[in-house]
Each structure stands twice: as C-alpha cells, then as structure tokens.
C-alpha cells in the first residue's frame, strides 16, 4: 500500500501501474495497488476510480512542502460516523506489523469537509476567499487542499497575535513555512500584519499567489500584506536576505517521522535572524513516533518547547481535540 499524506517532498517513487484512487476527505487520500490486497478506509461519497501511477514521480510539478510517496504497511480498515453538522472521520489506523498496534488517532472532526472557503470561512470578520482542491481530487498535490491544522492556526492567530503585537508594539512580520493554500498565513495577514508564505513546487507557487490575489482586497482593507516565495528546507538559502521574522508559522507539516528533520533544521534557519520572537506550529495528531522524534530534536537544534495548547482549550468550537499549538523559542546555538 503507498500513502500520500498531506500538505511536494517525495520520497520513494510510487510502483508503476493500475492503483485505485479512493480518495483524500478525511485526512490521507489513499493509493492502493492492486497487487497488495490491503485494506483501506476511505470516504464513503467519494466513488473509488482506477488511475494510471507513472513510474516515477518528481517533486518539480506538484505543489506543497511534505507531500511523501512511499512504501508502508497494510493498514487495518475502520469505520466512518457523523455528529451533527460535523463529519467524523477515521485520520489514522493501526499497525499490526511491528508485534504490537500503535495507538490509533481518529478524527472527531474534519474542518476540511465543513469549509469551502468561497466566503464561509472569516478571520476578523472578513471572508477568506481560497481556491483549493476538493477532498476527493485525484492530483497528488496535497498542498492544494485544505487541512484542520492550518484551519486552526489561522483561527488561533486571531486570538493570540493582537496580544503580541501588542507587546511588541508594532505590527508583526511573519513566514510560513510549507504553506500549502497559505489558510494560517493569510489568518495572520487579515490581522493586519505582514506573512510570507513559503512552500515548493511551480503548482504549488501558481495556486497560492493566485489565492493572494483574491484577497487583495480584503488584505489592503486591513493594512495586511501577503507575499509568496520558493523556500526548500533540504536546501535553506542565505537567511540575511530575508530580515525580521516576529513570528514563523507552520501547520500539518510533521505528520511523518522523515519531515521532522527538515522541518526543524528549517525553523532554526528562519529563526537565526532578526526578530524571531516566536515559533507556532499547529499539529495534528496522526502517529506517536513523529510528535516523539519532534520533541527528542528541539534541543540540538538550538530549540525550546515554551508552551503546548490544546486548540480546543482557547478556541471552543473553533479548536480541534487532535489539533495542539506547540509554541516554540529559539535559545542557544544549535549543537552540530
């Protein structure tokens, strides 16, 4: 079975041959070869379509930091429920290949499928505009989609950035590492502050300056401003070029133990200039072994855990029980 996970670094390339597409509403679309056999859960409106996978698939042509192709185990088919307007999805499964399950992360809820962001979604009152690809699109650019973690983000940066800037006394700069449709960058710049959103892939840079030009409007009603560029965290340039960075944002972007590395070799770099005066990374449960690894790589990274939120704690109906705001600080050198 191969996995495409969300938010375009690929790994492995995908086995060529007949795969069936079932589908990426919850949280993870699922490629599975016909070979294999292996069980799957999937969205139950979204009709399952065979597909043609290429023999090789390149990170140039897709869009979004943290989209991995690559071989795991058979994962164990589960249900799907609903609770009022809200679906309630299965996120994760269980590993039964290792001798012993894993704990299962399952989805109460999927912002994803509540959102159409053609004016539904507000921050400051105004209306978010994106366009994005629907949960049950066939393309492997899953940066194009939305996902919880960066729905929340952007909710939480209503409520904590006018306290910071408050402190700082000035409107805030900030970046947005691997921002995918950029949702938690423009929640910052509706505040009327400045973000840059980074991510890779030419798909990827068309769809998100094309969703900044949507919200132009909104954004110089607000004194906001949002910009996009090429940032690749296997390839960090020189950091001198980009000035002050208040606050680095990132959500869904560790969901798998091989981005936690990257990822933070990336927040260290951002956050080895001027400014730097926080780190917010909104997750998303999807797998123990990547929030372990996180943790273990904070401190020879020259990094700190200051604080961990439970989204729902601060944001009620907004928050999600899955969805953690881990605050972060750059303290000392990073140990080589």
Not at 30 to 45: D, F, K, L, M
Not at 135 to 160: H, N, Q
Request: aromatic share 8%.
């Amino acid at each position: 079975v191969f996995v495409l996970w969300p938010t375009a670094l690929i790994y492995p390339p995908v086995m060529a041959g007949t795969a069936t597409y079932l589908g990426a509403a919850y949280c993870t679309p699922h490629i599975v070869h016909q070979q294999t056999g292996a069980q799957v859960y999937a969205a139950p409106v979204v009709a399952p379509r065979v597909i043609q996978v290429p023999a090789v698939q390149t990170v140039s042509g897709y869009g979004g930091y943290g989209t991995r192709i690559g071989s795991c185990v058979p994962v164990v088919a589960t249900s799907t429920t609903s609770t009022g307007s809200t679906p309630v999805v299965p996120t994760s499964t269980t590993n039964t290949s290792s001798g012993g399950a894993r704990r299962q992360f399952m989805n109460p809820k999927s912002f994803m499928l509540l959102y159409n962001f053609k004016g539904d979604f507000k921050i400051n009152g105004r209306p978010m505009i994106l366009t994005v690809d629907p949960p049950d699109s066939a393309k492997l650019a899953t940066g194009l989609r939305i996902w919880d973690g960066g729905i929340v983000l952007a909710k939480y940066l209503e409520f904590y950035a006018p306290k910071m800037a408050q402190r700082l006394q000035r409107p805030l700069r900030g970046i947005e590492l691997g921002c995918g449709t950029g949702v938690a960058g423009f929640g910052l710049a509706f505040l009327g502050h400045q973000v840059l959103l980074t991510d890779i892939g030419a798909e990827q840079a068309a769809a998100t300056q094309g969703n900044i030009a949507q919200n132009m409007q909104t954004l110089a009603a607000t004194g906001g401003s949002a910009q996009y560029g090429h940032l690749d965290w296997r390839q960090l340039p020189e950091r001198s070029q980009y000035g002050r960075f208040d606050l680095v944002l990132a959500s869904d972007v560790i969901w798998h133990e091989s981005l936690v590395e990257p990822f933070l070799q990336a927040v260290s770099w951002a956050t080895s200039g001027p400014g730097a005066e926080e780190v917010i990374l909104s997750h998303k449960a999807r797998d123990q072994e990547s929030i372990e690894l996180f943790h273990k790589m904070l401190g020879p990274l020259g990094l700190a855990l200051t604080s961990q939120v439970p989204s729902e704690q601060v944001l009620g109906e907004h928050g999600h029980p899955d969805v953690q705001l881990y605050h972060l600080q750059r303290v000392v050198q990073a140990v080589r």
